[in-house]
């Protein structure tokens, strides 16, 4: 990510696109490889560096066929907070035994209160500005 407020900005787009040419992703993947072994393989997103790399045929295959279904998560102000909530939930299911059902509704009500707050620190509508607007349509 580069910030507008950044004052080395030419500094930081030229390493950007060095960090994510062919010739870097495919050097980091081989090397990174060679130091940790196998289970240090690194997925780039970066195709043709991933296509370069000397995996098995059927894990290139693999991932080449994902490409078809990858699609961008749109962020939002404190979205942050699910994944890092999914994981705990997942966490007191599978290891403490929690029924899913209620620790999935506890977790999502945690997630919606701080993209709620994040969406009131910046400004933003919140779903309760969203209902009272069509509360007051009818």
Not at 59 to 72: A, F, I
Not at 101 to 116: F, P
């Amino acid at each position: 990510m580069l910030l507008e407020s950044s004052d080395n900005q030419d500094a930081a787009w030229e390493f950007m696109s060095w960090w994510t040419s062919v010739s870097a992703q495919e050097r980091y993947g081989l090397e990174l490889e060679s130091i940790l072994g196998p289970a240090a393989r690194y997925p780039t997103a970066n195709q043709e560096a991933l296509a370069r790399l000397p995996w098995p045929v059927a894990d290139q295959r693999s991932l080449t066929e994902q490409w078809e279904w990858v699609v961008g998560v749109p962020e939002v102000p404190g979205s942050y907070y699910l994944p890092r909530h999914l994981d705990n939930a997942w966490r007191r299911v599978f290891y403490n035994g929690w029924n899913h059902r209620e620790t999935l509704l506890e977790y999502s009500r945690l997630v919606n209160e701080e993209i709620t707050a994040k969406r009131r620190e910046f400004g933003l509508p919140t779903i309760d500005d969203v209902r009272e607007e069509e509360s007051n349509a009818r």
